[in-house]
């Protein structure tokens, strides 16, 4: 508690100059602190609020770099996505592409080194529905490996078919059955009873298929041979 100042009047009553000049600066110094605690109040206020900016401003900075770096791992997850999707789509298009291969479609991007006559050899298997298709597809893969064009495998119904197996030609000159005995030792090489079978449907005529044309029928009994034609 202040304690009151003694007035500037000695005890006497009577003034007293000394006495009067300690009480005027009793009175400033008090009026100095008065005015000076706002001050230091403000101060601290303030020092306070810029502390608390800054660290304000410290946990933005932070939130915006934890945000970029989110962004970041999103952006990067989204390309890894976007990777394996394209891998995807890739590996489909091995399969698709896989499937429609010579292998299993009996198409085949090699061209033939055989020709008769200046046209490409050009050979089409077709198998009774009661052999099995690998049979067929045997037959392709050696033809091929030996430099031939198999354009396609058909599986015929019982009707359609041979009972034996041959490789029928169209024409009958020299090259023509050169190559179709070459052919029916590749196919007994692999184990088939084969012969050579020349058909004359379309001999003169200019509908018939055009030379270095070659069909291999896959008959339904795998060791049948007319007792009138010894096999060739």
């Known amino acids: 508690m202040i304690e009151e100042e003694p007035s500037p009047e000695s005890t006497s009553g009577k003034p007293s100059v000394d006495n009067?000049?300690?009480y005027n600066r009793r009175l400033q110094k008090w009026a100095w602190l008065s005015s000076a605690v706002p001050i230091v109040i403000f101060v601290a206020i303030v020092i306070y609020g810029t502390h608390n900016l800054k660290h304000l401003q410290q946990k933005v900075y932070e939130a915006k770099v934890e945000l970029a770096r989110?962004?970041?791992?999103?952006t990067q997850r989204q390309n890894e996505i976007t990777q394996l999707e394209n891998r995807?789509?890739?590996v489909n298009q091995q399969i698709n592409n896989f499937n429609s291969s010579p292998t299993n479609s009996t198409e085949t991007a090699q061209q033939s080194t055989h020709s008769v006559s200046g046209h490409p050899v050009m050979i089409s298997i077709n198998i009774a529905g009661s052999r099995n298709r690998e049979e067929a597809e045997k037959?392709?893969?050696v033809?091929?490996?030996h430099g031939y064009t198999v354009t396609e495998i058909?599986?015929?119904?019982p009707n359609e078919s041979s009972r034996e197996t041959t490789v029928r030609?169209?024409?009958?000159d020299r090259s023509t059955v050169t190559i179709g005995k070459d052919l029916v030792a590749l196919m007994k090489s692999i184990g088939f009873n084969v012969r050579t079978e020349f058909d004359d449907e379309f001999v003169g005529g200019?509908?018939?298929p055009p030379p270095g044309t070659y069909e291999v029928w896959i008959g339904t009994n795998p060791s049948y041979t007319p007792s009138n034609r010894a096999p060739s």
């Open 88 to 90: 995807r789509a890739a």
């Open 206 to 208: 200019a509908d018939g």
């Open 70 to 74: 989110t962004q970041d791992e999103i």
């Open 20 to 22: 009067y000049l300690k």
């Open 169 to 172: 030609f169209f024409q009958y």
């Open 154 to 157: 058909d599986v015929k119904r």
């Open 143 to 145: 033809f091929r490996s």
């Open 139 to 141: 037959v392709a893969n």
